[in-house]
Protein backbone atom coordinates (compact mmCIF):
# COMPACT_ATOMS: atom_id res chain seq x y z
CA UNK A 1 0.00 0.00 0.00
CA UNK A 2 0.97 3.73 -0.54
CA UNK A 3 2.12 6.24 1.98
CA UNK A 4 1.50 9.96 2.35
CA UNK A 5 3.54 12.57 4.21
CA UNK A 6 2.96 15.60 4.59
CA UNK A 7 5.64 18.03 6.25
CA UNK A 8 8.68 19.98 6.19
CA UNK A 9 11.60 19.92 3.58
CA UNK A 10 14.32 22.08 4.44
CA UNK A 11 18.52 22.77 4.44
CA UNK A 12 20.00 22.00 7.73
CA UNK A 13 23.36 23.19 8.25
CA UNK A 14 24.29 21.16 11.33
CA UNK A 15 27.22 21.23 13.73
CA UNK A 16 28.70 18.53 16.14
CA UNK A 17 31.31 18.29 18.07
CA UNK A 18 33.86 16.84 15.46
CA UNK A 19 32.90 18.12 12.31
CA UNK A 20 29.73 20.13 9.91
CA UNK A 21 28.19 20.75 7.21
CA UNK A 22 26.02 23.30 5.26
CA UNK A 23 23.11 23.59 3.64
CA UNK A 24 22.47 20.11 3.21
CA UNK A 25 19.03 18.41 2.17
CA UNK A 26 17.19 17.68 5.65
CA UNK A 27 13.68 18.22 7.11
CA UNK A 28 10.93 16.24 8.24
CA UNK A 29 9.36 14.84 4.97
CA UNK A 30 12.29 14.31 3.35
CA UNK A 31 13.82 12.05 6.01
CA UNK A 32 10.29 10.26 6.58
CA UNK A 33 10.20 10.03 2.99
CA UNK A 34 13.54 7.91 1.93
CA UNK A 35 13.20 6.18 5.29
CA UNK A 36 9.86 4.87 3.99
CA UNK A 37 11.36 4.02 0.41
CA UNK A 38 12.80 1.21 1.56
CA UNK A 39 9.00 -0.43 2.34
CA UNK A 40 6.66 1.37 -0.12
CA UNK A 41 6.09 3.93 -2.26
CA UNK A 42 5.23 7.62 -0.85
CA UNK A 43 3.44 10.36 -1.62
CA UNK A 44 5.22 13.24 -0.34
CA UNK A 45 3.32 16.57 -0.11
CA UNK A 46 5.50 19.64 1.16
CA UNK A 47 6.91 23.35 0.01
CA UNK A 48 10.03 24.36 -1.30
CA UNK A 49 11.63 27.58 -2.62
CA UNK A 50 13.35 28.25 -6.14
CA UNK A 51 16.54 27.83 -4.73
CA UNK A 52 15.91 23.80 -4.34
CA UNK A 53 18.05 22.02 -6.24
CA UNK A 54 16.49 19.79 -9.15
CA UNK A 55 19.09 16.69 -8.52
CA UNK A 56 17.24 16.49 -4.76
CA UNK A 57 13.90 16.10 -5.75
CA UNK A 58 15.18 13.42 -8.76
CA UNK A 59 16.79 11.89 -5.72
CA UNK A 60 13.84 11.48 -3.99
CA UNK A 61 11.96 10.49 -7.03
CA UNK A 62 14.46 7.23 -7.73
CA UNK A 63 13.40 6.13 -4.48
CA UNK A 64 9.90 5.51 -5.83
CA UNK A 65 9.28 8.98 -3.91
CA UNK A 66 5.73 10.46 -5.91
CA UNK A 67 6.57 14.36 -5.62
CA UNK A 68 3.52 15.82 -7.25
CA UNK A 69 2.72 17.03 -3.98
CA UNK A 70 5.75 19.42 -3.87
CA UNK A 71 5.19 22.50 -4.79
CA UNK A 72 8.08 25.22 -5.85
CA UNK A 73 7.21 29.22 -4.93
CA UNK A 74 9.10 30.93 -7.16
CA UNK A 75 11.06 34.00 -6.37
CA UNK A 76 10.71 32.40 -2.87
CA UNK A 77 13.21 30.56 -0.45
CA UNK A 78 13.16 26.78 1.23
CA UNK A 79 12.62 26.41 4.91
CA UNK A 80 16.38 25.69 6.25
CA UNK A 81 17.59 25.29 9.81
CA UNK A 82 20.84 25.46 11.35
CA UNK A 83 21.76 23.89 14.70
CA UNK A 84 24.66 22.45 16.65
CA UNK A 85 25.17 19.17 18.97
CA UNK A 86 26.20 18.99 22.35
CA UNK A 87 28.65 16.91 23.20
CA UNK A 88 26.77 14.02 24.40
CA UNK A 89 25.02 13.73 20.80
CA UNK A 90 21.86 14.15 22.15
CA UNK A 91 20.96 17.76 23.20
CA UNK A 92 21.18 20.29 20.40
CA UNK A 93 20.86 24.05 20.29
CA UNK A 94 19.03 25.84 17.22
CA UNK A 95 21.61 28.51 16.32
CA UNK A 96 19.17 29.50 13.47
CA UNK A 97 15.51 29.20 11.79
CA UNK A 98 14.34 30.57 8.49
CA UNK A 99 11.06 29.17 7.75
CA UNK A 100 10.53 31.37 4.38
CA UNK A 101 8.00 28.82 1.98
CA UNK A 102 7.07 26.90 4.81
CA UNK A 103 5.65 29.92 6.80
CA UNK A 104 2.50 30.01 4.61
CA UNK A 105 2.73 26.63 3.66
CA UNK A 106 -1.07 25.22 3.24
CA UNK A 107 -0.97 21.76 1.81
CA UNK A 108 -3.01 20.38 -0.93
CA UNK A 109 -3.29 17.00 -1.97
CA UNK A 110 -2.84 15.94 -5.44
CA UNK A 111 -6.22 14.51 -6.24
CA UNK A 112 -4.23 11.05 -6.77
CA UNK A 113 -3.13 10.91 -3.23
CA UNK A 114 -6.29 11.62 -1.83
CA UNK A 115 -6.86 7.78 -1.46
CA UNK A 116 -3.79 6.80 -0.34
CA UNK A 117 -4.38 4.66 3.00
CA UNK A 118 -1.42 5.02 5.52
CA UNK A 119 -1.52 8.92 6.35
CA UNK A 120 1.58 10.44 8.18
CA UNK A 121 1.25 14.04 9.57
CA UNK A 122 4.89 14.94 10.11
CA UNK A 123 5.78 17.61 13.01
CA UNK A 124 3.97 20.87 12.10
CA UNK A 125 1.39 23.32 13.30
CA UNK A 126 -1.92 21.02 14.50
CA UNK A 127 -4.19 23.67 12.28
CA UNK A 128 -2.21 22.37 9.26
CA UNK A 129 -2.35 18.72 9.85
CA UNK A 130 -5.89 18.89 10.46
CA UNK A 131 -6.07 20.87 6.93
CA UNK A 132 -4.60 17.25 5.01
CA UNK A 133 -6.60 15.42 7.24
CA UNK A 134 -9.53 16.82 5.89
CA UNK A 135 -8.66 16.23 2.10
CA UNK A 136 -7.86 12.40 2.58
CA UNK A 137 -10.36 10.42 1.96
CA UNK A 138 -10.67 7.51 4.60
CA UNK A 139 -7.67 6.40 5.23
CA UNK A 140 -6.52 3.29 6.90
CA UNK A 141 -4.53 4.57 9.60
CA UNK A 142 -3.36 7.98 10.24
CA UNK A 143 -0.39 9.21 12.69
CA UNK A 144 0.82 12.53 13.84
CA UNK A 145 4.35 13.86 15.21
CA UNK A 146 4.18 17.09 16.88
CA UNK A 147 6.68 19.41 18.94
CA UNK A 148 6.87 21.48 22.33
CA UNK A 149 5.76 24.60 20.00
CA UNK A 150 2.61 23.36 19.37
CA UNK A 151 1.82 21.42 22.75
CA UNK A 152 2.33 25.02 23.80
CA UNK A 153 0.88 27.37 21.64
CA UNK A 154 -1.95 25.21 19.79
CA UNK A 155 -2.63 23.02 22.72
CA UNK A 156 -6.60 22.81 21.61
CA UNK A 157 -6.08 22.54 18.54
CA UNK A 158 -3.75 19.72 19.01
CA UNK A 159 -6.07 17.77 21.36
CA UNK A 160 -8.66 18.27 18.74
CA UNK A 161 -6.25 16.48 16.61
CA UNK A 162 -5.51 13.77 18.11
CA UNK A 163 -9.33 12.89 19.33
CA UNK A 164 -9.17 11.78 15.28
CA UNK A 165 -6.18 10.36 14.77
CA UNK A 166 -4.69 6.51 14.96
CA UNK A 167 -2.12 7.06 16.21
CA UNK A 168 0.56 10.06 17.84
CA UNK A 169 4.25 9.71 18.06
CA UNK A 170 6.65 12.57 20.19
CA UNK A 171 9.54 12.11 22.23
CA UNK A 172 10.13 11.95 25.88
CA UNK A 173 10.03 15.56 26.70
CA UNK A 174 7.33 16.51 24.64
CA UNK A 175 5.19 13.63 26.32
CA UNK A 176 5.59 15.01 29.88
CA UNK A 177 4.92 18.70 28.33
CA UNK A 178 1.76 17.83 26.90
CA UNK A 179 0.63 15.61 29.58
CA UNK A 180 1.94 17.51 33.19
CA UNK A 181 3.19 13.35 33.57
CA UNK A 182 6.89 13.04 34.76
CA UNK A 183 6.50 9.51 34.59
CA UNK A 184 6.42 8.25 30.99
CA UNK A 185 4.56 5.02 31.19
CA UNK A 186 1.90 7.85 33.01
CA UNK A 187 2.36 10.13 30.17
CA UNK A 188 1.76 7.54 27.44
CA UNK A 189 -1.78 6.29 28.98
CA UNK A 190 -2.44 9.59 29.31
CA UNK A 191 -1.97 10.53 25.33
CA UNK A 192 -4.24 6.87 25.24
CA UNK A 193 -6.84 8.90 27.80
CA UNK A 194 -6.77 12.24 25.41
CA UNK A 195 -8.78 10.01 22.81
CA UNK A 196 -5.30 8.48 20.64
CA UNK A 197 -5.69 4.54 20.07
CA UNK A 198 -1.85 4.20 20.12
CA UNK A 199 1.35 6.53 21.10
CA UNK A 200 4.72 6.02 20.76
CA UNK A 201 6.97 7.81 22.86
CA UNK A 202 10.73 8.47 21.35
CA UNK A 203 13.67 8.45 24.20
CA UNK A 204 16.45 9.13 21.12
CA UNK A 205 19.75 7.30 22.07
CA UNK A 206 17.44 4.79 24.73
CA UNK A 207 15.17 3.61 22.24
CA UNK A 208 10.91 4.06 22.41
CA UNK A 209 8.01 2.86 24.22
CA UNK A 210 4.65 1.47 22.97
CA UNK A 211 1.65 2.39 24.73
CA UNK A 212 -1.92 0.70 23.08
CA UNK A 213 -5.35 -0.64 24.47
CA UNK A 214 -3.52 -4.04 24.68
CA UNK A 215 -1.18 -2.54 26.69
CA UNK A 216 2.76 -1.31 27.01
CA UNK A 217 5.97 -1.67 25.91
CA UNK A 218 9.65 -0.79 25.46
CA UNK A 219 11.92 -1.00 22.97
CA UNK A 220 16.06 -0.10 23.30
CA UNK A 221 17.46 1.58 20.16
CA UNK A 222 20.08 -0.29 18.52
CA UNK A 223 23.50 0.30 19.85
CA UNK A 224 25.71 2.00 17.64
CA UNK A 225 28.95 3.14 18.02
CA UNK A 226 29.02 5.28 15.05
CA UNK A 227 26.83 8.67 15.73
CA UNK A 228 28.05 11.18 13.57
CA UNK A 229 24.43 13.27 13.42
CA UNK A 230 21.36 12.46 15.20
CA UNK A 231 19.34 14.73 13.03
CA UNK A 232 16.36 12.89 11.28
CA UNK A 233 16.31 10.16 13.91
CA UNK A 234 13.15 10.30 14.93
CA UNK A 235 11.79 11.28 11.55
CA UNK A 236 13.31 8.14 9.63
CA UNK A 237 12.20 6.26 13.10
CA UNK A 238 8.80 7.29 12.07
CA UNK A 239 9.14 6.23 8.04
CA UNK A 240 10.38 2.89 8.52
CA UNK A 241 8.11 2.64 10.85
CA UNK A 242 5.09 3.43 8.75
CA UNK A 243 6.70 1.99 5.57
CA UNK A 244 6.75 -0.97 6.98
CA UNK A 245 2.76 -0.56 8.21
CA UNK A 246 1.91 0.26 4.40
CA UNK A 247 4.21 -2.30 2.98
CA UNK A 248 2.67 -5.18 4.74
CA UNK A 249 -1.10 -3.37 4.98
CA UNK A 250 -1.37 -3.92 8.61
CA UNK A 251 -1.96 -2.14 11.66
CA UNK A 252 -2.65 -5.16 14.07
CA UNK A 253 -0.35 -5.39 16.97
CA UNK A 254 2.12 -7.85 15.96
CA UNK A 255 2.79 -5.60 12.95
CA UNK A 256 3.26 -2.71 14.78
CA UNK A 257 5.58 -4.40 16.91
CA UNK A 258 8.10 -5.42 14.09
CA UNK A 259 7.35 -1.65 12.79
CA UNK A 260 8.60 0.10 15.36
CA UNK A 261 11.82 -2.49 15.29
CA UNK A 262 12.08 -1.35 11.46
CA UNK A 263 11.67 2.30 12.39
CA UNK A 264 14.84 1.81 15.15
CA UNK A 265 16.68 0.14 12.87
CA UNK A 266 16.39 3.11 9.72
CA UNK A 267 17.07 5.75 12.53
CA UNK A 268 19.87 3.70 13.82
CA UNK A 269 21.65 3.83 10.19
CA UNK A 270 20.22 7.22 9.91
CA UNK A 271 22.69 9.05 12.42
CA UNK A 272 25.82 6.99 11.32
CA UNK A 273 26.27 9.87 9.13
CA UNK A 274 24.85 13.67 8.27
CA UNK A 275 21.70 14.10 6.28
CA UNK A 276 20.48 11.15 4.21
CA UNK A 277 24.10 9.67 3.55
CA UNK A 278 24.05 6.58 5.70
CA UNK A 279 20.76 5.96 4.26
CA UNK A 280 21.68 6.84 0.51
CA UNK A 281 24.04 4.15 1.15
CA UNK A 282 21.96 0.98 2.71
CA UNK A 283 19.22 -1.53 1.09
CA UNK A 284 16.32 -3.56 2.77
CA UNK A 285 18.79 -6.15 3.20
CA UNK A 286 20.98 -3.91 5.70
CA UNK A 287 17.95 -3.67 7.50
CA UNK A 288 17.59 -7.24 7.78
CA UNK A 289 20.63 -7.48 8.70
CA UNK A 290 20.20 -5.32 12.05
CA UNK A 291 16.86 -7.06 12.20
CA UNK A 292 18.55 -10.06 12.93
CA UNK A 293 21.05 -8.88 15.36
CA UNK A 294 18.26 -6.92 17.37
CA UNK A 295 15.91 -9.98 17.28
CA UNK A 296 18.97 -12.07 18.98
CA UNK A 297 19.90 -8.76 21.08
CA UNK A 298 16.59 -9.22 22.86
CA UNK A 299 16.07 -12.74 22.60
CA UNK A 300 16.33 -13.67 26.27
CA UNK A 301 16.41 -17.77 26.70
CA UNK B 1 26.80 -21.17 45.42
CA UNK B 2 27.37 -18.22 47.58
CA UNK B 3 27.78 -14.76 47.13
CA UNK B 4 30.06 -12.09 49.40
CA UNK B 5 29.17 -8.83 49.39
CA UNK B 6 31.51 -6.00 50.76
CA UNK B 7 29.74 -2.63 51.00
CA UNK B 8 27.76 0.07 53.20
CA UNK B 9 25.23 0.33 55.40
CA UNK B 10 23.32 2.96 56.02
CA UNK B 11 20.26 4.78 57.28
CA UNK B 12 18.63 6.80 54.84
CA UNK B 13 16.39 9.91 54.75
CA UNK B 14 14.96 10.67 51.35
CA UNK B 15 12.57 13.24 49.78
CA UNK B 16 10.42 12.58 46.75
CA UNK B 17 8.52 15.19 44.87
CA UNK B 18 5.13 12.94 46.60
CA UNK B 19 6.76 11.68 50.05
CA UNK B 20 9.62 11.46 52.57
CA UNK B 21 11.02 8.90 54.91
CA UNK B 22 13.65 9.58 58.15
CA UNK B 23 16.47 6.70 59.02
CA UNK B 24 14.98 3.90 56.69
CA UNK B 25 17.52 0.82 56.28
CA UNK B 26 19.70 1.72 53.66
CA UNK B 27 23.42 1.52 52.14
CA UNK B 28 24.62 -0.58 48.69
CA UNK B 29 25.20 -3.91 50.63
CA UNK B 30 21.73 -3.89 51.92
CA UNK B 31 19.89 -3.53 48.58
CA UNK B 32 22.28 -5.80 47.19
CA UNK B 33 21.94 -8.27 49.60
CA UNK B 34 18.26 -8.39 50.32
CA UNK B 35 17.86 -8.53 46.34
CA UNK B 36 20.47 -11.70 46.03
CA UNK B 37 19.10 -13.38 48.38
CA UNK B 38 15.57 -14.32 46.22
CA UNK B 39 18.53 -16.85 44.81
CA UNK B 40 21.09 -17.73 46.74
CA UNK B 41 23.07 -17.61 50.10
CA UNK B 42 24.44 -14.53 51.25
CA UNK B 43 27.72 -13.71 53.43
CA UNK B 44 27.59 -10.03 53.98
CA UNK B 45 30.58 -7.80 55.30
CA UNK B 46 29.85 -4.18 56.61
CA UNK B 47 30.07 -1.94 59.44
CA UNK B 48 27.75 0.01 61.38
CA UNK B 49 27.09 2.06 64.80
CA UNK B 50 25.49 1.09 67.92
CA UNK B 51 22.61 3.29 66.81
CA UNK B 52 21.65 0.26 64.30
CA UNK B 53 18.69 -1.84 65.30
CA UNK B 54 18.84 -5.38 66.08
CA UNK B 55 15.81 -5.80 64.03
CA UNK B 56 17.22 -4.59 60.68
CA UNK B 57 19.93 -7.05 61.38
CA UNK B 58 17.28 -10.10 62.44
CA UNK B 59 15.27 -9.06 58.66
CA UNK B 60 18.92 -9.57 56.95
CA UNK B 61 19.10 -12.96 58.47
CA UNK B 62 15.89 -14.36 58.02
CA UNK B 63 16.60 -13.83 54.20
CA UNK B 64 19.53 -16.63 54.77
CA UNK B 65 22.12 -13.26 54.95
CA UNK B 66 25.30 -14.15 57.01
CA UNK B 67 26.05 -10.96 58.72
CA UNK B 68 28.75 -12.73 60.70
CA UNK B 69 30.95 -10.08 58.90
CA UNK B 70 28.85 -7.33 59.78
CA UNK B 71 31.10 -5.35 62.27
CA UNK B 72 28.79 -3.27 65.00
CA UNK B 73 31.46 -0.65 66.53
CA UNK B 74 30.51 0.52 69.89
CA UNK B 75 30.14 4.30 70.78
CA UNK B 76 29.74 5.02 67.04
CA UNK B 77 27.11 6.29 64.66
CA UNK B 78 26.44 4.37 61.48
CA UNK B 79 26.42 5.81 58.30
CA UNK B 80 23.47 8.22 57.19
CA UNK B 81 22.88 9.64 53.78
CA UNK B 82 19.70 12.36 52.97
CA UNK B 83 19.41 12.65 49.22
CA UNK B 84 16.26 14.65 47.53
CA UNK B 85 14.85 13.48 43.72
CA UNK B 86 13.89 16.24 41.34
CA UNK B 87 10.65 15.67 39.49
CA UNK B 88 12.02 13.44 36.78
CA UNK B 89 12.97 10.76 39.60
CA UNK B 90 16.27 10.15 37.83
CA UNK B 91 18.49 13.12 39.47
CA UNK B 92 18.86 13.69 43.04
CA UNK B 93 20.98 16.45 45.09
CA UNK B 94 22.48 14.77 48.27
CA UNK B 95 21.46 16.69 50.90
CA UNK B 96 23.78 15.42 53.86
CA UNK B 97 26.22 12.44 54.26
CA UNK B 98 28.03 11.61 57.66
CA UNK B 99 30.31 8.64 57.01
CA UNK B 100 30.74 7.80 60.50
CA UNK B 101 31.73 4.53 60.92
CA UNK B 102 32.14 3.88 57.01
CA UNK B 103 35.15 6.53 56.94
CA UNK B 104 37.55 4.22 58.35
CA UNK B 105 36.30 0.74 57.03
CA UNK B 106 38.81 -1.89 56.76
CA UNK B 107 37.10 -5.09 55.95
CA UNK B 108 38.32 -8.12 57.57
CA UNK B 109 36.57 -11.35 55.89
CA UNK B 110 35.64 -14.36 58.19
CA UNK B 111 37.72 -17.07 57.78
CA UNK B 112 34.56 -18.83 56.22
CA UNK B 113 33.66 -15.99 53.97
CA UNK B 114 36.88 -16.57 52.04
CA UNK B 115 36.21 -19.41 49.84
CA UNK B 116 33.03 -17.65 48.42
CA UNK B 117 32.90 -18.05 44.71
CA UNK B 118 31.07 -15.37 43.92
CA UNK B 119 31.97 -11.66 45.28
CA UNK B 120 30.75 -8.43 44.75
CA UNK B 121 32.52 -5.30 45.57
CA UNK B 122 30.02 -2.48 46.00
CA UNK B 123 30.94 1.01 45.43
CA UNK B 124 33.69 1.90 47.73
CA UNK B 125 37.45 3.14 47.77
CA UNK B 126 39.46 1.02 45.29
CA UNK B 127 41.95 0.28 48.24
CA UNK B 128 39.14 -0.59 50.19
CA UNK B 129 37.66 -2.82 47.46
CA UNK B 130 41.58 -4.01 46.64
CA UNK B 131 41.92 -5.19 50.27
CA UNK B 132 38.94 -7.18 50.17
CA UNK B 133 40.05 -9.24 47.13
CA UNK B 134 43.40 -9.70 48.42
CA UNK B 135 41.21 -12.00 51.07
CA UNK B 136 39.25 -13.62 48.86
CA UNK B 137 40.84 -17.38 47.94
CA UNK B 138 40.32 -17.83 44.37
CA UNK B 139 37.14 -16.71 43.39
CA UNK B 140 35.27 -17.96 40.21
CA UNK B 141 33.92 -14.44 39.61
CA UNK B 142 34.67 -11.10 41.10
CA UNK B 143 32.11 -7.71 39.52
CA UNK B 144 32.70 -4.36 41.08
CA UNK B 145 30.69 -0.90 41.36
CA UNK B 146 32.47 1.91 41.68
CA UNK B 147 31.41 6.38 41.14
CA UNK B 148 32.37 9.08 40.04
CA UNK B 149 33.91 10.23 43.34
CA UNK B 150 36.75 7.40 43.03
CA UNK B 151 37.34 7.71 39.21
CA UNK B 152 38.66 11.72 40.40
CA UNK B 153 40.68 10.61 43.67
CA UNK B 154 41.85 7.45 42.94
CA UNK B 155 41.82 6.39 39.22
CA UNK B 156 45.05 4.64 38.94
CA UNK B 157 43.80 2.38 42.40
CA UNK B 158 41.23 1.83 40.41
CA UNK B 159 42.30 1.42 37.36
CA UNK B 160 44.72 -1.46 39.21
CA UNK B 161 41.34 -2.94 40.28
CA UNK B 162 39.77 -3.44 37.09
CA UNK B 163 43.01 -5.54 36.05
CA UNK B 164 41.75 -7.72 38.54
CA UNK B 165 38.05 -8.40 38.32
CA UNK B 166 36.03 -10.12 36.11
CA UNK B 167 33.31 -7.85 35.41
CA UNK B 168 32.63 -3.53 36.10
CA UNK B 169 29.39 -2.41 37.06
CA UNK B 170 29.22 1.26 36.45
CA UNK B 171 26.36 4.05 35.54
CA UNK B 172 26.63 5.72 32.22
CA UNK B 173 27.62 9.27 33.68
CA UNK B 174 30.48 7.12 35.40
CA UNK B 175 31.39 5.26 31.80
CA UNK B 176 32.02 8.69 30.20
CA UNK B 177 34.10 10.06 33.02
CA UNK B 178 36.33 7.24 33.32
CA UNK B 179 36.74 6.45 30.01
CA UNK B 180 36.53 9.78 28.13
CA UNK B 181 33.94 8.76 25.62
CA UNK B 182 30.77 10.39 25.27
CA UNK B 183 29.42 7.27 23.11
CA UNK B 184 28.29 4.34 25.63
CA UNK B 185 28.90 1.96 23.36
CA UNK B 186 32.83 3.50 22.98
CA UNK B 187 32.73 3.83 26.84
CA UNK B 188 31.51 0.32 27.31
CA UNK B 189 34.46 -1.10 25.08
CA UNK B 190 37.31 1.49 26.52
CA UNK B 191 36.20 -0.45 30.02
CA UNK B 192 36.90 -3.42 28.41
CA UNK B 193 40.32 -2.43 26.99
CA UNK B 194 41.21 -1.25 30.59
CA UNK B 195 41.31 -4.98 31.63
CA UNK B 196 37.66 -5.88 32.57
CA UNK B 197 36.46 -8.96 31.21
CA UNK B 198 32.83 -7.73 30.93
CA UNK B 199 31.35 -4.24 32.21
CA UNK B 200 27.67 -3.51 32.35
CA UNK B 201 26.74 0.00 31.85
CA UNK B 202 23.48 1.10 34.02
CA UNK B 203 21.19 3.79 32.22
CA UNK B 204 18.25 3.97 35.13
CA UNK B 205 15.21 4.26 33.88
CA UNK B 206 16.68 3.37 30.28
CA UNK B 207 18.36 0.13 31.17
CA UNK B 208 21.34 -1.40 30.64
CA UNK B 209 24.29 -2.13 28.31
CA UNK B 210 26.54 -5.29 28.37
CA UNK B 211 29.72 -5.48 26.75
CA UNK B 212 31.96 -8.83 26.17
CA UNK B 213 34.48 -10.31 24.96
CA UNK B 214 31.67 -11.87 22.48
CA UNK B 215 30.17 -8.19 21.71
CA UNK B 216 27.55 -5.96 23.25
CA UNK B 217 23.86 -5.15 23.87
CA UNK B 218 21.04 -3.32 25.46
CA UNK B 219 18.39 -4.58 27.57
CA UNK B 220 15.54 -1.76 28.57
CA UNK B 221 14.28 -1.51 32.44
CA UNK B 222 10.95 -2.59 32.87
CA UNK B 223 8.43 -0.22 32.23
CA UNK B 224 6.60 0.39 35.74
CA UNK B 225 4.68 3.36 36.20
CA UNK B 226 4.57 3.61 40.38
CA UNK B 227 8.20 4.57 40.94
CA UNK B 228 7.98 5.66 44.45
CA UNK B 229 11.81 5.75 45.43
CA UNK B 230 14.55 4.82 43.01
CA UNK B 231 17.09 4.59 45.86
CA UNK B 232 19.17 1.33 45.77
CA UNK B 233 17.91 0.59 42.33
CA UNK B 234 21.49 0.34 40.65
CA UNK B 235 22.61 -2.03 44.04
CA UNK B 236 19.46 -4.31 43.67
CA UNK B 237 20.10 -4.06 40.13
CA UNK B 238 23.39 -6.05 41.07
CA UNK B 239 22.66 -7.92 43.84
CA UNK B 240 19.47 -9.57 41.32
CA UNK B 241 22.55 -10.27 38.47
CA UNK B 242 24.76 -11.73 40.87
CA UNK B 243 22.41 -13.86 43.10
CA UNK B 244 21.50 -15.51 40.19
CA UNK B 245 24.72 -15.84 39.03
CA UNK B 246 25.58 -17.45 42.13
CA UNK B 247 22.45 -20.10 42.17
CA UNK B 248 23.19 -21.63 38.84
CA UNK B 249 26.82 -21.35 39.30
CA UNK B 250 27.81 -20.19 36.08
CA UNK B 251 29.36 -17.57 34.00
CA UNK B 252 28.83 -18.18 30.62
CA UNK B 253 27.59 -15.34 28.65
CA UNK B 254 24.02 -16.92 28.38
CA UNK B 255 24.13 -16.75 32.42
CA UNK B 256 24.70 -13.21 32.72
CA UNK B 257 21.93 -12.24 29.92
CA UNK B 258 19.75 -14.16 31.83
CA UNK B 259 21.15 -12.85 35.09
CA UNK B 260 21.07 -9.08 33.65
CA UNK B 261 16.92 -9.84 33.51
CA UNK B 262 16.86 -10.60 36.87
CA UNK B 263 19.15 -7.74 37.92
CA UNK B 264 16.56 -5.48 36.05
CA UNK B 265 13.10 -6.96 37.63
CA UNK B 266 14.47 -6.85 40.96
CA UNK B 267 15.07 -3.02 40.61
CA UNK B 268 12.01 -2.77 38.49
CA UNK B 269 10.50 -4.10 42.40
CA UNK B 270 12.34 -1.83 44.24
CA UNK B 271 11.69 1.35 43.06
CA UNK B 272 8.17 0.82 43.88
CA UNK B 273 8.20 2.14 47.24
CA UNK B 274 10.91 3.05 50.11
CA UNK B 275 13.88 1.60 51.16
CA UNK B 276 13.49 -2.76 51.15
CA UNK B 277 9.59 -2.22 51.43
CA UNK B 278 8.35 -3.25 48.41
CA UNK B 279 11.39 -6.03 47.82
CA UNK B 280 10.11 -7.01 51.62
CA UNK B 281 6.48 -7.70 49.92
CA UNK B 282 7.57 -10.47 47.18
CA UNK B 283 9.57 -13.25 46.75
CA UNK B 284 11.03 -14.99 43.79
CA UNK B 285 7.67 -15.66 41.96
CA UNK B 286 7.00 -12.29 41.86
CA UNK B 287 10.26 -12.40 39.75
CA UNK B 288 9.60 -15.40 37.78
CA UNK B 289 6.32 -13.72 36.78
CA UNK B 290 7.74 -10.24 35.42
CA UNK B 291 10.22 -12.34 33.84
CA UNK B 292 7.45 -13.92 31.62
CA UNK B 293 6.55 -10.73 30.67
CA UNK B 294 9.95 -9.20 30.00
CA UNK B 295 10.73 -11.82 28.00
CA UNK B 296 7.56 -11.41 25.63
CA UNK B 297 7.73 -7.95 25.80
CA UNK B 298 11.16 -7.74 23.95
CA UNK B 299 9.85 -11.15 21.58
CA UNK B 300 10.00 -9.98 18.13
CA UNK B 301 8.33 -12.25 15.36
Same mark, same amino acid.
Given at each position: MSLLVVGSIAFDSVET???????? =?? *?????? %?? +?????????????VGEDWPDEHTSLLQSRNINTEGLEVK????????????????NDRETLEVNLNVFESFS???????????????????????????????????VVADTMDL??????????????? =?? *?????? %?? +????????NLVKAGR?????????????????????????????LPAFPTQNVLDPTGAGD?????????????????PASIKRALVYGTLV????VEDFSLERMKQIERDALEQRFAQYQSMLAIS
Open positions: PTDRRENV =IG *GSATYF %SY +AASYFTPVNLVGVAGEKTFSWKGKYLPNMPVLPENYKETPFVFLANGAPTVQMQVLEQANNPKLWISIQRKELLALIER =ID *GLVLND %SE +AKLLTGEEAVLDMGAKFCVLKKGEHGAMYFGEEGWYVSFAGGMMGYLASVNATDASYN
